[in-house]
């Protein structure tokens, strides 16, 4: 569903009076990866590493220096204006702070329509049409209707994150960015949220791009993980096989260092229950 082949970004370089330039980061080196169709892909790097450059370069965002990312065969730098936008509609995002990616002055039904007013030519659906999918989500995430005309800071955190995701499927998209979703909440609240996601992907039919650097979480989720270090990808591979036979040094440190490598005994149990 998602190909990178040899992407790079270069951010600087640009000119600063007459004789500088700012200097240039190499936030991505020749990064390849692909993410198929219905998976749980996991993106695990330290801060730095490069991950929010590849997301924002994934709904270009950014434009890439080097290399091609494809979505469903489409090559995103050649894009039209109008694929663009069926593109950041087919791909939604839920971010890693429930508290701050809310707007404390809007109502629930606002935050939850407003990416269905954004893209309202291609759903067409009017405000009322709008107002009723803004209750049918918040069911889905485990919330009534009775929240539409609430605001933020009356829910908890686990609850916002609900709201978030609620948000990022409001334009009906097949795959979803999940920023450290949940490394903002405490773990029990983790653990209900992961299981509402891995219920979503399973209803919906979502595909997955899981960033993290919580290796237990990811191991809990993801069916292939990417380790990326610096801008480059160290190790791709099917999850367990990584935290079981980990080729790069790299890997083998994140591992060693993990509180519990044992997912039976992490603090989310064994991988999706039931
Ligand atoms: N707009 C920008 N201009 C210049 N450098 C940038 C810009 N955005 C990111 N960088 C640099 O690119 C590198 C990668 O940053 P990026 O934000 O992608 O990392 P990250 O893995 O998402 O980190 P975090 O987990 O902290 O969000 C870092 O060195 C960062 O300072």
Redesign the pocket.
């Known amino acids: 569903m998602l190909e990178v082949e040899g992407v790079s970004k270069i951010?600087?370089g640009e000119r600063r009076g007459f004789f500088g330039r700012a200097p240039q980061?190499h936030?991505l080196s020749d990064v390849s990866l692909s993410v198929r169709r219905g998976e749980s892909f996991g993106l695990v790097?330290?801060?730095?590493?490069?991950?929010?450059?590849?997301t924002r370069c994934l709904l270009r965002l950014e434009e890439v220096s080097a290399g091609t990312i494809r979505f469903d065969g489409d090559d995103i730098g050649r894009l039209s204006a109008a694929g663009l936008r069926a593109l950041r509609a087919r791909v939604g995002i839920v971010f890693q702070d429930p508290y701050a990616s809310l707007n404390p002055r809007m109502s629930i039904a606002d935050i939850v329509c407003e990416p269905m007013e954004i893209h309202r030519a291609r759903l067409g659906l009017d405000g009322r049409g709008r107002r009723d999918r803004a209750a049918e989500l918040l069911e889905r995430v485990g919330l009534g209707p009775q929240h539409l005309g609430r605001f933020p800071h009356e829910f908890s955190g686990g609850q916002r994150q609900r709201i978030g995701i609620a948000r990022a499927l409001a334009t009906g998209p097949d795959f979803l960015i999940l920023d450290e979703p949940t490394s903002a909440l405490d773990v029990s609240v983790q653990a209900q949220v992961l299981n509402l996601l891995h219920d979503l992907q399973a209803q919906l039919g979502l595909t997955y791009f899981f960033i993290s650097?919580d290796l237990g979480v990811i191991r809990y989720v993801c069916d292939r993980v990417a380790l990326?270090y610096r801008?480059r990808l160290v190790e791709v591979g099917a999850t367990e096989a990584v935290f079981q036979n980990p080729a790069s040094d790299y890997a083998r440190s994140l591992i060693a260092a993990m509180p519990d490598p044992d997912p039976d005994r992490s603090p989310f149990g064994p991988r999706f229950p039931g």
Do not use: D, F, Q
Request: hydrophobic share 25%; charged share 10%; proline share 0%.
């Open positions: 951010y600087g980061v936030a790097g330290e801060s730095g590493s490069g991950k929010t450059t590849l650097h990326i801008g």
